[in-house]
């Protein structure tokens, strides 16, 4: 059973860069075809998917945050991260870690039906 637990500060200065770490257990982040998202729900909002990083290390991001988005992994950590540049208020959400098994040719994190998630934490952009 993977279970995913996220970790970093909750408050962000505006233009501040945004980290957050998503520890694993249970299970190894390089095993085959697990695939590791963030998404984010910003309050009175629906869930959005930021971006992944799959068991290959390859990355892949939201159009709309591709340009301050970055996704990286540490495999002697069990972890993976999160760094969201240039934050506003906008950024403002209940950040989730979450995790999928898919063996197919194509995965599609922009169903967010994932099988794991860790509890979100809540992240606040404000001066």
């Known amino acids: 059973q993977v279970q995913l637990q996220e970790s970093g500060p909750g408050l962000v200065k505006p233009s501040q860069t945004l980290s957050l770490t998503c520890t694993v257990s249970?299970?190894?982040?390089?095993?085959?075809?697990?695939?590791y998202n963030w998404v984010r729900q910003p309050p009175g909002k629906g869930l959005e998917w930021i971006g992944t990083?799959?068991?290959?290390?390859?990355?892949y991001y939201s159009p709309s945050l591709k340009s301050r988005v970055t996704i990286s992994r540490d495999t002697s950590k069990n972890q993976f991260t999160l760094q969201l540049s240039s934050v506003t208020p906008e950024d403002t959400a209940v950040y989730y870690c979450a995790a999928s098994i898919y063996s197919g040719d194509y995965y599609n994190p922009l169903d967010l039906d994932y099988d794991y998630w860790g509890q979100g934490t809540q992240v606040t952009v404000s001066s």
């Open positions: 249970g299970g190894s982040i390089t095993a085959s075809y697990y695939y």
């Open positions: 990083i799959a068991y290959s290390g390859y990355t």
